[in-house]
């Protein structure tokens, strides 16, 4: 189960993954995870391989397929997390409202659990947790951090997708479509050749494969991007419908929300560009290439 992949750092492979590092008094665990049980799992494995340590939680952002099993975690963790990422974190209705930029019926929520944590600790973008670096990966959420650990391992969460999830959804799931390009575009950067990279739904990477898989993650949303500003007169339910049956997904209503707040971000987008402008009809609002 706990797969060891540098000096201090462990992983628990999973959807999504979950990552261990080792410090000298304790482990810090990274996105727990979704399911109940995997909690029991984490705790399993600190109790038999680091000598009962102390454990921390680093949250990447307050989805629940990521902070789920904190249930089943010891009731004194208090995970850490953004300080654009509280709000959602410790309050069900806005982590939905947020999530699925609406009030949706439970019967359609993608994984969600309704559990929030009663105490946390917030740190900022960009600052350090111990022997880990924190990382600005804002887009997928408002908050969504990457973990640099000082053994060169970088889980990078829900910024990037491997390719079988892509494959499954079609549209991946971001809150905000300038700041994902602009994480996208910033792990290019940063990754460098000593890098262990996980991703957070998606295989363990090294250097090369890593930046083959970023590629394609902004190749697709390049792409994306021209399809949208190419259809006119749709509605933003009506365009996401199309581009999930153009990839040959399965469309749920799930998908179908999930998918459609990815494309409403890249809709504003280009209407603020000046490509799209907007019109009422007896549909919703409709969205209108403008002529050159």
């Known amino acids: 189960m706990l797969q ?57 952002h307050s989805h629940s397929d990521h902070v789920a099993a904190l249930a089943t975690l010891s009731k004194d963790v208090a995970p850490y997390i953004s300080e654009q990422e509280i709000s959602s974190l ?19 929520l993608y994984r969600f659990v309704d559990y929030a944590p009663e105490k946390f600790n917030s740190f900022k973008l960009g600052s350090k947790i111990d022997e880990i670096e924190t990382i600005d990966l804002r887009g997928h959420s408002l908050g969504h951090a990457g973990f640099l650990t000082s053994d060169g391992v970088l889980y990078t969460g829900d910024s990037f997708f491997g390719d079988k999830l892509i494959s499954a959804v079609g549209v991946p799931y971001y ?9 996208l575009n910033k792990l290019k950067e940063i990754i460098r050749k000593d890098f262990i990279v996980v991703i957070a739904h998606g295989p363990v990477m090294k250097y090369k494969e890593a930046l ?10 390049e792409e994306i991007k ?20 153009g990839a040959n997904v399965n469309i749920t209503e799930s998908s179908l929300v999930l998918s459609g707040v990815t494309i409403k ?28």
């Open 226 to 245: 021209e399809k949208v500003s190419n259809f006119s007169g749709l509605t933003a339910e009506e365009i996401t419908y199309k581009l999930l049956k």
């Open 4 to 60: 060891k992949i540098r000096e201090r750092t462990y992983l628990i492979k999973g959807s999504p993954n979950t990552l261990l590092y080792e410090s000298y008094d304790k482990v810090l665990v990274i996105d727990p995870g979704s399911e109940l049980e995997r909690g029991k799992i984490i705790m399993n494995e600190v109790m038999q391989n680091f000598n009962e340590k102390k454990i921390e939680v680093l949250l990447t």
């Open 265 to 292: 971000s890249i809709l504003g987008y280009l209407t603020r560009e000046g490509f799209l402008q907007t019109k009422v009809d007896e549909r919703g609002i409709v969205w209108i290439k403008k002529s050159n």
């Open 212 to 221: 083959g898989v970023l590629d394609i993650n902004i190749k697709l949303m």
């Open 90 to 108: 410790v309050d069900i209705k806005t982590r939905k409202a947020l999530t699925y930029s609406s009030s949706t019926p439970s019967n359609i």
């Open 175 to 183: 809150l905000n479509y300038e700041d994902a390009v602009s994480s």
